[in-house]
C-alpha cells in the first residue's frame, strides 16, 4: 500500500447521480423502471413491513391522499423523500435481479475507485437513493459488483443531502475527523453543506451530464482528476 501524503484525505465520501453514475441512467432508466413497477410492486408485497411502513410514512407526510397518487407525484418532482426512495430501491432490486437493469458507471469510477481503495482511502457513499438502492448499483455494474470497495453507505436516515447537519451526522457515525473526509457531489448546494460541515469538497462537473459548474468550490469533469487535485492517486 502506498503511502498517502501529508495532509491528503483519508475518506473520500461519493453521491452517485452526476458524480459515479450518470443522470441519465438514473433518470431515464432506473426512475421510469419504479415507476411501471411501483403499484404492482405494492399488490404483490404490501403485507412485508418494510413497504407497510414506507407507506405509513407516505401517509403520515400527505394526509388524505391515497399512498400511490402520493408517491407518483412525488415520482414527478423527483422528491427525495425517504418513504419513496425505500419503494424505488425495492422495486429496482427485482429488475437487478432479473438482468433487467444494470448500473453503467461512468468509465473513469472503477480505475479510480480501486486505485484510491489500493492506497488505503476509504470510501464511502452518502445518496438521497436508500442503502438498498445503493448497494444494488455497486453490487449490479457492469464490471460485476464492487460493493466490498466501500466501508459505509449513508442515505436520507443521516438527514438531507443540503443541511450541513447530515454531513456531521455521518462524520460522527463513522468515527472520521471532518477534515480528513473529501466529498464529491456534482450539486452545489450539496457541497455548500458539506463544507459548512468542515469536510474538503470537489463539485464533479460532468459535460455529459451538462452540469453547470458552481463558483464556489473547486471543480472537475472526472474522479481521477479530482482525486489528483487534492494528492491522491487518479487511477492506477
Ligand atoms: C442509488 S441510485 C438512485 C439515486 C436516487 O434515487 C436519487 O434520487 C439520486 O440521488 P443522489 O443523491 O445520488 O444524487
Ligand atoms: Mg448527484
Given at each position: 500500500m502506498q503511502t498517502l501524503p501529508q495532509?491528503?484525505?483519508r475518506v473520500v465520501l461519493l453521491d452517485i447521480?452526476?458524480?459515479?453514475?450518470p443522470v441519465s441512467f438514473v433518470h431515464d432508466v432506473l426512475f421510469p423502471y419504479a415507476r411501471t413497477h411501483l403499484a404492482l410492486f405494492l399488490v404483490q408485497h404490501g403485507g412485508d413491513a418494510t413497504v407497510q411502513a414506507a407507506l405509513a410514512q407516505t401517509a403520515e407526510l400527505a394526509?388524505?391522499?391515497?399512498p400511490l397518487e402520493q408517491l407518483e407525484r412525488w415520482m414527478d418532482e423527483d422528491a427525495k423523500v425517504a418513504p419513496l426512495k425505500t419503494l424505488q430501491g425495492l422495486c429496482w432490486e427485482k429488475g437487478y435481479a432479473r438482468g433487467e437493469l444494470v448500473a453503467a458507471l461512468y468509465p473513469d469510477v472503477l480505475p479510480c475507485l480501486r486505485a484510491l481503495h489500493a492506497a488505503g482511502v476509504a470510501l464511502a457513499v452518502y445518496s438521497s437513493g436508500s442503502e438498498a438502492a445503493q448497494r444494488l448499483v455497486y453490487g449490479y455494474t457492469a464490471q460485476g459488483?464492487?460493493?466490498?470497495?466501500?466501508?459505509g453507505f449513508y442515505d436520507l436516515r443521516m438527514g438531507g443531502?443540503?443541511?450541513?447537519a447530515s454531513y456531521s451526522a455521518i462524520v460522527a457515525q463513522a468515527g472520521?475527523?471532518?477534515?480528513?473526509v473529501l466529498f464529491l457531489s456534482d450539486i452545489e448546494a450539496e457541497l455548500d453543506a458539506a463544507a459548512q460541515a468542515g469536510l474538503r469538497v470537489c463539485q464533479i462537473a460532468r459535460p455529459e451530464d451538462g452540469t453547470v459548474a458552481g463558483t464556489r468550490h473547486p471543480v472537475t469533469t472526472s474522479l481521477p482528476e479530482a482525486a489528483r487535485l487534492f494528492g491522491l492517486p487518479g487511477e492506477g
Open positions: 495532509g491528503a484525505p447521480e452526476g458524480t459515479t453514475l394526509p388524505g391522499v391515497p459488483d464492487v460493493k466490498a470497495l466501500f466501508s443531502k443540503k443541511d450541513a472520521w475527523h471532518a477534515a480528513d
